[in-house]
């Protein structure tokens, strides 16, 4: 998924649901997320902003070779958060 256009909740989800389920990398994931969070011209519900902002950083790790800072429960607790606050 990717496009010039501002994702919506749906294409975040996605890459959300694609890092807990393996299916892109947390780096893919990190530098989508990256693209859109640094963009100050777009304009976001909270939800959003919040998931975008955890998915760039994804890949975060203490050093080479480390484990990444946020484990695969945090990323799927992270999704779970935003299905709910979307939801509202």
């Known amino acids: 998924m990717g496009s010039d256009v501002q994702p919506g ?5 996605w890459w959300f649901a694609a890092v807990a389920d ?3 990398s947390r780096d893919e ?6 693209r859109w969070f640094l963009d100050d011209g777009l304009d976001w519900d909270d939800p959003s902003l919040r998931a975008l902002g955890r998915l760039y950083g994804i890949d975060l ?4 070779g480390e484990p990444y800072l946020h484990d695969e429960a945090q990323v799927r607790e992270w999704l779970a958060e935003f299905r709910r606050r979307r939801a509202r």
Do not use: L, S
């Open 61 to 64: 790790r203490a050093g080479p």
């Open 9 to 13: 909740p749906d294409e975040i989800e």
């Open 22 to 24: 393996g299916r892109v």
């Open 29 to 34: 994931a990190d530098r989508w997320a990256g």
